[in-house]
C-alpha cells in the first residue's frame, strides 16, 4: 500500500510542478509582450503615416491632372485652379498649392499644372525628427482647339 501512496504523491507533485513551469512560461510571455508592445504601436503608427503620405500623393497627383485637363479647356487660371482644388478632396486647401503654366493659347502648346500639398505629422513624436512632407503632382497636357473656352 505504502507503494501506490507514496507513487500517487509523486504523479500529485509532478503535475504541481508542470503546472508552476507552465505559470512561469505564461509570467515570461507576458513580459516580453509588454518589452515588445511599443515598437509595435511604433511601427504600426509609422505605417499609418506612411499610409497617409501615400493617400495625399494620389490624390494631388489626381487633382494636378484635373488641373490640365481644365486648362485644355480653358486659358482662365482661376477655373484650372479651382478645378485643380476640387480635385484634391479629402486634403486640406491651406495646405494645398496650385500652380499653372502655360504659353501662347494655340494648337499644340503644352499647359502644367504643378500641385503640393504639405502633408501634416500625425504623431507628434516625428515631428522633431521629421520635417513636414510634401508631396507634388504633375500633369502636362497638349491643346488641341485654339478657343479660348470659357
Known amino acids: 500500500m505504502e507503494r501506490i501512496t507514496l507513487s500517487a504523491v509523486s504523479v500529485h507533485g509532478r503535475r504541481r510542478a508542470r503546472r508552476a ?20 504601436l511604433l511601427v504600426f503608427l509609422l505605417f499609418a503615416q506612411a499610409v ?8 494631388v497627383t489626381a487633382a494636378a491632372r484635373e488641373g490640365a485637363r481644365k486648362g485644355v479647356e480653358t486659358a482662365n487660371v482661376a477655373l484650372i485652379e479651382g478645378a485643380a482644388a476640387r480635385a484634391a478632396s479629402g486634403l486640406e486647401q491651406e495646405r494645398l498649392r496650385v500652380a499653372v503654366e502655360s504659353g501662347p493659347r494655340r494648337r499644340g502648346e503644352w499647359v502644367r499644372v504643378e500641385v503640393e500639398y504639405d502633408v501634416p505629422l500625425y504623431i507628434p513624436a516625428l515631428q522633431r525628427f521629421f ?4 508631396v507634388r ?4 497636357m497638349r491643346i488641341e ?3 479660348e473656352g470659357v
Open 145 to 147: 482647339n485654339d478657343r
Open 137 to 140: 503632382g504633375r500633369a502636362e
Open 52 to 59: 497617409m503620405v501615400m493617400r495625399a500623393q494620389i490624390a
Open 131 to 134: 520635417p513636414e512632407v510634401t
Open 21 to 40: 513551469l507552465k505559470e512561469g512560461e505564461r509570467a515570461q510571455a507576458t513580459a516580453e509582450f509588454a518589452m515588445v508592445l511599443p515598437f509595435l
